[in-house]
């Protein structure tokens, strides 16, 4: 099983990918928090060996062009192992922490997709650039801005879902899933799989032709508190309700909503029992959290993304590693 695990910015992107390889690590990947999605990844490149992600680069502030652009240039920095990642996030962050448009996002990541995919077709055959869509227009590309010598390829386009409908989508027209960090085993089979062999029915796929990468919150040790005021995060979101609801805690989703827009962060911490800790993210020993990612993902992917609160010591993730690789 290939582990890729996370550089949380750029200042100490190229030690960090460094520690993780020796450590056993495929591959590196970024979110879309306090620093640029691309920036670490673009020293990481310089390591070499590793695979590289954005796990997500949120699309809809971002322009088709400018993504295509990004994503060419890491994949010549990475030698072809770079994977574009994008996910949409909530209407609130887009529209007031962005300012751009939010409006019927599943059509417009899959625009998006289709939008990249003109855009890389001119790029490696000389094609003329003529996207028509509702949301994007592109029907210029000149050769003084189009990229050479990308013995490569264009990169994959993964996308991050956890709705039925982005993720039925996302199996339709992408090339692989990202499954979101809060969930659970039985979300997975029950909610999201059902949803990716639909999608790729309907662009006559079968699994077989798609990836699905889980993401699972790691918390070695026995101290889970920030584990725990995670958890409780994503879920006082509306968006992640679905996770608790297949397992009858749907109730605390309002719950964690109220506290959290009166500040109680901690006291929303206290709110995730053991059972939910144990059920969503993968605790203790990195023999006990080996075998939690085992069961998670048993026949479903030979590839997993660690997600750590905080950074967990190397020489757990080598041993969580070495404990998958057994």
């Known amino acids: 099983m290939q582990v890729m695990t996370a550089l949380f910015g750029p200042t100490d992107a190229i030690d960090r990918a460094h520690a993780l390889r020796e450590a056993g690590a495929g591959g590196v990947f970024t979110f879309e928090g306090p620093h640029d999605v691309f920036a670490p990844l673009t ?55 962005y300012g751009a448009d939010f409006d019927r996002p599943v059509a417009r990541m899959a625009e998006l997709i289709a939008a990249l995919r003109a ?15 509702e949301f994007y227009r592109h029907t210029l590309m000149t050769p003084t801005f189009t990229p050479r010598d990308n013995p490569y390829g264009p990169p994959p386009i993964y996308v991050g879902a956890l709705g039925p409908r982005l993720t039925r989508a996302t199996a339709q027209f992408a090339d692989g899933l990202l499954v979101m960090p809060f969930g659970s085993r039985r979300f997975l089979n029950d909610v999201t799989l059902p949803a990716v062999r639909d999608g790729l029915s309907a662009s006559g796929r079968e699994l077989a032709d798609f990836a699905v990468v889980p993401e699972i919150i790691v918390s070695v040790g026995d101290d889970h508190d920030a584990t725990r005021r995670l958890l409780a995060f994503y879920g006082s979101t509306p968006a992640y309700r679905p996770v608790l609801d297949v397992h009858g805690w749907g109730d605390l989703q309002p ?56 950074p967990i010591p190397v020489d757990s993730l080598a041993e969580i590693v070495d404990a998958l690789r057994t």
């Open 43 to 97: 020293l990481a490149s310089t390591v070499g060996g590793l695979d590289l992600l954005t796990n997500v680069a949120i699309a809809f502030p971002r322009n088709p062009i400018q993504l295509a652009h990004q994503a060419v240039d890491h994949q010549l920095l990475s030698g072809g192992r770079f994977t574009l990642g994008l996910g949409t996030q909530i209407r609130t962050q887009i529209e007031k922490r």
């Open 255 to 310: 719950e964690l909503n109220a506290l959290s827009k009166q500040g109680r962060w901690q006291e929303m911490g206290s709110l995730i029992d053991d059972e939910m800790l144990h059920t969503i993210a993968a605790c203790g020993s990195p023999s006990d959290i080996a075998a939690h990612i085992r069961d998670r993902v048993c026949g479903v992917s030979d590839r997993v993304c660690l997600y750590q609160p905080g």
């Open 119 to 133: 855009i890389f077709a001119a790029w490696q055959t000389g094609e003329r650039l003529n996207f028509h869509g």
